[in-house]
């Protein structure tokens, strides 16, 4: 049948592959060493990790809608790049915060606040291990093994922060023969009764090739709210990989959204465990690839306690011939009754050669359960479209205004105004050519 490998072919492509990935983990060995500052004994942990799983197989099933192609035969290095404070205001959100700024994944403190009120943050000190990770793959072994100043936060019990917590990532990219590489690492500890918002923003400062790493963990105490917004618009030529991981206490409320708004190539995990009864967690994502875009944004929840309840939007507008991946997992253990799982969806497709590939999944291992999952897939209709032009409203207009109430259920979630007019001015400028 047309299309389909021989024996002999299928060899000589996972021959081809297994060769890049050796030549391509020699290469992140190498950066391993060159690694800033004293051995950590928590890198060095993860580098072990990281050479026992390997970069992907020849059609591995995680990894088959996104290619890696390019990572592999780049050779990257730590980039050392540093701004002044006015490119710094000119890159970042315009919002009242506790601030702290990465420049190429090392610490500014310069650019960082002063006073962090009741946040309290420390450089992780080279002895330490951090949680280990929910679910682990690859590249969350690779930046917590190359992440060079990993950050460790706390918020006290019974503490409220009255304003927002802005990590802002500033990544640098080069036009040489080695890309810069840049690796973020936070680590949010909240007490319980606690109450916190936290901002994850990545940027670039120049239009040049970068590979960003970013892992953000977080343990929430019992009966502690948490917000969590992140938003990507790096430029349109990085690559970003990112794997944040969220264990949930009893009582707790957790909102996590992400905005993925830019890149050539961005795959982005959340993990997350429901560890005592009654928590209760909202996981969202929005997605907006454009031109030859690749998106991928994965989801894989724990509901190990019982009486919780979680709730997944991921939305994608597809444009162009770009494609975006959606992979969910929710599993439910046995002693997780009257637990309530909902995950879905939904993608807009934009342009005639754009791609979806959806993936959601549901494990139950328990009785009494509610649990359930669902994806759709279309175009602008056309009776609506037609509805506001008939209304005297030009085409192109009536199409940004189904994009953007499409896009509404998640950006109207947004607490903070700033962040909120970020984003839309993000989509906005994405639907430009629309």
Known sequence: ??????????????????????????????????????????????????????????????????????????????????????ACEALALSIDAYRIVMIDGRYSSALSSIDMGPFQVALLDNQDLLPDAVNSEIFLHLTESLAQQPIVIHLAANQVAQKPLYLLNISSGNEGTEVNTSQYRYHIALGANSQAQVIEHFVSTNDCAHLTGSRLTVEVGDNAQYQHFKLNNENHRSQHFAHNDIVVGRDSQVLSSSFLLGGALTRHHTSAQLTGENANLSLNSLLLPKDNEIVDTRTYLEHNASHCESRQLHKVIAMDSSKAVFNGMIKVAPSALKTDGQMGNHTLL???????????????????????HGATVGRIDDEQLFYLRSRGIDGKAAKHMIIIAFAAELTESIGSDELKQAVMANIRRRLAEV
């Open 1 to 86: 049948m047309a299309g389909l490998l021989t024996n002999s072919e299928r060899a000589g492509k996972r021959g081809q592959v297994a060769a890049l990935n050796e030549q391509a983990m020699a290469r992140f060995a190498t950066l391993f060493e060159q690694r800033a500052g004293a051995k950590s004994h928590h890198a060095a942990a993860h580098w072990e990790k990281a050479k026992q799983v390997g970069l992907p197989p020849f059609r591995h099933e995680d990894w088959h809608y996104t290619p890696l192609h390019t990572v592999l035969k780049t050779q990257y290095h730590f980039a050392e790049q540093s701004i002044n404070e006015q």
């Open 350 to 372: 934009l342009g005639e050669q754009a791609e979806v590939d959806t993936k959601p999944q549901l494990e139950i291992y328990a009785d009494d359960v509610k649990c359930g």
